[in-house]
Each structure stands twice: as C-alpha cells, then as structure tokens.
C-alpha cells in the first residue's frame, strides 16, 4: 500500500520538467546527435539527461544501439503524453496572446475557398480574436488589393505577384469525376489511359488570369498520355 500510495502521489519536480523538455526533443528526431545540436548540448549531455530521467522515472524511454536509439513501447507513451500536454499549452498561451488583438480585417478569396474552407473555420477564428472584426469579400477577379481596402486574400495562382507579400498555404488536389453510370458505360477503370475515349469537360478560364489552360491537357502530359481535346465551359454552367 505503501509503494502505491506513493506511486500516486508523485509530482514532477522541477529538474524533471527541465529532463522531460530534453527527451521531448531526443524523441521527435529519435537520435541524441541531432537533439544536441537543436538544444545546443553535447550529445552525452542528452544522454546522460535522459538516463537520468529513465532512472527517476523508473521506466525505459529508449532501446539503445550502437548506431542509433529507438523509443520503447513506453517512451512512445510518455512522448505522445507529453506532446499533447505541450501542444495544449502552447495553444493556451497563443489564445492568450491573440486575446490583446484587436482591430478589424477584410478578407477577399475565391467564392469555393470561402464556402468549403474559410467559412466553416471563423468561429474558431472568433473564439481565438474576439476583438477582431471579420469581413469576408468574394470573388472570380484578381483585385487590387489596396484600392479595395482588403487585408489579405486567398487565390489559386502559381505565380503571385512580386509586389505583394504572399505566402503558401496547400496544394490542389484535382481528380477526374463522372457519374456512376457513365462510368460503366464506358468501362471506365483507375489506368488514365482509359479516359482516352470520353468526352472530356474544363473550366474555360479556371483562374481569373488564365489564358484558357486546358487542364486536361496538363494532367496527361503528367501520366505521359494522349486524351482527345477537351470541351471548355464557363464556370457558370460547370456549377
């Protein structure tokens, strides 16, 4: 009783705290060597921390080999534990922090970003900057930004502007798509070759500086393929 009594009522100590900061960082790159050069240590300073804190702790966080450490069963227990538990606090403090913004701020992007992507995130947004007034502008054209009064905006584009500052957030992802039916129809399967005899549809002006690519085209040329030319449409009718 006496051992589990103890057990539970054991606190990190200080020195631990600062030990658990050194393994966080040993078991995100699970190598001491290059743990020592984020933490600017050596790497038998790593070493000799985590030993340290395996021998407090009473468990073993790393299985040891002459070229490199993995962590046990358990280390990724604690590893996980306390990523979670860092995350959380840094979230915390960040929402503390952007509880002092305050101000307004006009958005402008693609009218598909602000319906699938950027509307469905501003409560979030509200509950991190409760005092910041959010405006949402949408749009197909590239606008000039200063003259509109806009902060900041979200485009497709592969080649932004060098006047302004801009910033990458994710790629595309574009996937053929087609009815079920006719799918069957035409024997359609996963090989690219085999959209070789349908009737294929683009966006006749995808972005609002395009020049009329034919998307289509640009997809073969990656699986080195050859479709028949395709059908271009206004967005309008594409919606």
């Given at each position: 009783?006496?051992?589990?009594?103890?057990?539970?009522?054991?606190?990190?100590?200080?020195?631990?705290?600062?030990?658990?900061?050194?393994?966080?960082?040993?078991?995100?790159?699970?190598?001491?060597?290059?743990a020592?050069?984020?933490?600017?240590?050596?790497?038998?300073?790593?070493?000799h921390?985590?030993?340290?804190?395996?021998?407090?702790?009473?468990?073993?966080?790393?299985?040891?080999?002459?070229?490199?450490?993995?962590?046990t069963?358990?280390?990724?227990?604690?590893?996980?534990?306390?990523?979670?538990?860092?995350?959380?606090?840094?979230?915390?403090?960040?929402?503390?922090?952007?509880?002092?913004?305050?101000?307004?701020?006009?958005?402008?992007?693609?009218?598909?970003?602000?319906?699938?992507?950027?509307?469905?995130?501003?409560?979030?947004f509200?509950?991190?900057?409760?005092?910041?007034?959010?405006?949402?502008?949408?749009?197909?054209?590239?606008?000039?930004?200063?003259?509109?009064?806009?902060?900041?905006?979200?485009?497709?584009?592969?080649?932004?502007?060098?006047?302004?500052?801009?910033?990458?957030?994710?790629?595309?992802?574009?996937?053929?798509?087609?009815?079920?039916?006719?799918?069957?129809?035409?024997?359609?399967?996963?090989?690219?070759?085999?959209?070789?005899?349908?009737?294929?549809?683009?966006?006749?002006?995808a972005?609002?500086?395009?020049?009329?690519?034919?998307?289509?085209?640009?997809?073969a040329?990656?699986?080195g393929?050859?479709?028949?030319?395709?059908?271009?449409?206004?967005?309008?009718?594409l919606?």
């Open positions: 009783m006496d051992v589990l009594k103890t057990l539970g009522t054991r606190l990190l100590n200080g020195w631990q705290l600062s030990r658990l900061s050194t393994f966080e960082v040993a078991a995100r790159h699970e190598s001491f060597a290059l020592a050069d984020e933490l600017a240590l050596t790497p038998s300073a790593v070493s921390r985590i030993n340290q804190l395996e021998e407090e702790l009473g468990i073993q966080l790393f299985v040891r080999s002459h070229r490199k450490v993995e962590l069963r358990e280390g990724k227990r604690v590893y996980w534990a306390l990523k979670a538990s860092l995350d959380g606090l840094n979230q915390e403090i960040l929402d503390i922090k952007n509880q002092e913004l305050s101000g307004s701020l006009t958005v402008y992007s693609r009218p598909s970003i602000a319906q699938c992507w950027l509307v469905p995130a501003l409560g979030d509200s509950r991190r900057y409760p005092a910041i007034s959010l405006t949402v502008l949408t749009g197909n054209d590239n606008v000039n930004l200063q003259r509109a009064g806009i902060d900041l905006a979200i485009y497709f584009d592969d080649a932004p502007s060098s006047q302004l500052s801009h910033h990458f957030l994710m790629d595309e992802a574009i996937v053929p798509v087609c009815t079920p039916y006719y799918a069957r129809q035409l024997q359609l399967t996963s090989n690219p070759a085999s959209l070789r005899h349908c009737t294929l549809l683009h966006d006749r002006q972005w609002s500086n395009d020049s009329g690519t034919d998307e289509w085209f640009s997809w040329q990656q699986f393929i050859e479709l028949p030319q395709s059908s271009a449409l206004a967005s309008i009718v919606i």
